[in-house]
């Protein structure tokens, strides 16, 4: 009576006599592992070796408590690095040493450890990686000894931050947006449970925490730098953090200027104006002047001062004006000044009672000269 594995490797045999028939005969399959199939084939051959039985099939259960195995293999993960195993002698007479072989492999990244052989019933594995999901089995004469387990060794912080780390200005002026890559496997030593993200534009830090590959980081300070740190997290703690320096956006101009002075010539007009509220990096101002009556331009030009003077041969004595300056950043513009200005007339008629001493502060000549630009 012959039992043999899926393989077609002998696992079983034993020799029965009898002179009925008809034999029951109890056969126990010891050894199945949950590392085999589970299936074995059955045949029955007279003395001779010809079978006089179709083949059967059993299969096994070798997770029951009531299968029966060679030993209990059984693991106590010591560190974060190493694990001891330990086993029970194998069934039959072995008379002399048996050697085991200690098999494991890293489940993460599918890594198989260098085997470790023992003449003992223990072992301790080491220099294993920490946070790690493991399978371990013990074989013997090539024969597996036991079940296959599992176990996890302890975790450990981080031993590398998160790659590719970027933080790109929003269309605001008071957020960044945040993103990176996972830490690579073999440096995660755990789980990571979440990411620490910390800031600051001056001496105090802030941080916030995030279980996704990225974050908006809100209510900062306009036209600001900012160091940014980010670092993955594990039960244990946070690890190693990639750092980076970013600026916040200036802000979009929210007011208009305030108007300080119009002064008017015969064919000159000067306008001054002030810095509207708000954080800016590179604010500039378009400065534009049209004839009220036809609508028809004779000025545009972007200034980076808060005072334009509108001269020109296109600048005409006793006309009304329409001029306006909008306030502008690379981030867009705001609400625009306007204001109405008359040139004064070619002919003045003089009071006597005005002194000719007066006279050049009543007319003001302003010429103010433009680059090609």
Same mark, same amino acid.
């Given at each position: 009576?012959?039992?043999?594995? $899926?393989d077609?490797?002998q696992?079983?045999?034993?020799?029965? #006599?009898?002179?009925? &028939?008809?034999m029951v005969?109890?056969m126990?399959?010891?050894?199945?592992?949950?590392? &085999?199939?589970?299936?074995?084939?059955?045949?029955?051959q007279?003395?001779?070796?010809?079978?006089?039985?179709?083949? +059967?099939?059993?299969?096994?259960?070798?997770? $029951?408590?009531t299968?029966?195995?060679?030993?209990?293999?059984?693991?106590?993960?010591?560190?974060?690095?190493?694990?001891?195993l330990?086993?029970? $002698?194998?069934?039959?007479d072995?008379?002399?040493?048996?050697?085991?072989?200690?098999?494991?492999?890293?489940?993460?990244? @599918?890594?198989?450890?260098?085997?470790?052989?023992?003449?003992k019933? +223990? &072992?301790?594995?080491?220099?294993?990686?920490?946070g790690? *999901?493991?399978?371990?089995?013990?074989?013997?004469? %090539?024969?597996?000894v036991?079940? #296959?387990?599992? !176990? #996890?060794?302890?975790?450990?912080?981080?031993?590398?931050?998160?790659?590719?780390?970027?933080?790109?200005p929003?269309?605001?002026?008071?957020s960044?947006? =945040?993103?990176?890559?996972?830490?690579?496997?073999?440096?995660?030593?755990?789980?990571?449970?979440?990411? @620490?993200?910390?800031?600051?534009?001056?001496?105090?830090?802030?941080?916030?925490?995030?279980?996704?590959?990225?974050?908006?980081?809100k209510?900062?300070?306009p036209?600001?730098?900012?160091?940014?740190?980010?670092? %993955?997290?594990t039960?244990?703690? =946070?690890?190693?953090?990639?750092?980076l320096?970013?600026?916040?956006?200036?802000?979009? /101009?929210?007011y #208009?200027?305030?108007?300080?002075?119009?002064?008017?010539?015969?064919?000159?007009?000067?306008? %001054?104006?002030? @810095?509207?509220?708000?954080? !800016?990096?590179?604010? +500039?101002?378009?400065?534009? =002047?049209?004839?009220?009556?036809?609508?028809?331009?004779i +000025?545009?030009?972007?200034?980076?001062?808060?005072?334009?003077?509108?001269?020109?041969?296109?600048v005409?004595p006793?006309?009304?004006?329409?001029?306006s300056?909008? *306030?502008?950043?690379?981030?867009?513009?705001? /609400?625009?000044?306007?204001?109405?200005?008359?040139?004064l007339?070619?002919?003045?008629?003089l009071?006597?009672?005005?002194?000719?001493?007066l006279?050049?502060?009543?007319? $003001?000549?302003?010429?103010?000269?433009?680059?090609?630009?």
């Amino acid at each position: 009576l012959g039992c043999l594995r $899926s393989d077609g490797k002998q696992w079983y045999q034993r020799r029965v #006599r009898g002179d009925e &028939d008809r034999m029951v005969v109890a056969m126990e399959i010891i050894c199945a592992t949950d590392t &085999d199939t589970g299936y074995y084939q059955v045949r029955v051959q007279n003395w001779s070796g010809t079978t006089i039985s179709d083949p +059967f099939y059993i299969e096994t259960a070798p997770h $029951s408590e009531t299968a029966p195995n060679c030993f209990s293999l059984r693991h106590q993960v010591l560190s974060s690095r190493s694990v001891r195993l330990e086993w029970d $002698s194998p069934p039959g007479d072995n008379t002399s040493p048996l050697i085991y072989q200690i098999v494991l492999q890293n489940q993460a990244w @599918k890594q198989n450890i260098e085997p470790t052989h023992t003449v003992k019933l +223990f &072992d301790v594995v080491e220099d294993l990686h920490p946070g790690t *999901p493991y399978t371990a089995y013990v074989q013997s004469k %090539g024969d597996l000894v036991g079940h #296959r387990i599992e !176990f #996890r060794t302890h975790e450990e912080r981080p031993s590398a931050p998160p790659t590719e780390v970027q933080c790109l200005p929003q269309s605001g002026s008071t957020s960044l947006y =945040c993103i990176w890559e996972e830490i690579s496997p073999t440096e995660r030593n755990g789980k990571i449970l979440n990411y @620490k993200v910390r800031y600051r534009h001056n001496y105090e830090w802030e941080f916030n925490f995030t279980s996704t590959e990225l974050i908006m980081l809100k209510d900062l300070e306009p036209v600001s730098l900012y160091t940014v740190q980010v670092s %993955g997290c594990t039960a244990v703690g =946070c690890g190693a953090a990639e750092e980076l320096t970013v600026t916040t956006n200036e802000d979009i /101009p929210a007011y #208009r200027p305030t108007l300080r002075y119009v002064i008017s010539g015969v064919t000159n007009i000067r306008i %001054g104006w002030s @810095k509207p509220a708000g954080s !800016f990096s590179a604010i +500039f101002y378009h400065v534009s =002047c049209v004839k009220r009556e036809t609508g028809a331009p004779i +000025f545009n030009r972007n200034v980076t001062e808060v005072d334009a003077v509108i001269a020109g041969n296109s600048v005409e004595p006793n006309t009304q004006y329409m001029i306006s300056v909008t *306030p502008q950043t690379s981030q867009g513009h705001g /609400p625009a000044l306007t204001k109405n200005v008359a040139t004064l007339s070619g002919a003045l008629n003089l009071c006597p009672s005005i002194p000719l001493l007066l006279l050049p502060l009543m007319i $003001s000549t302003l010429i103010l000269e433009y680059d090609n630009d």
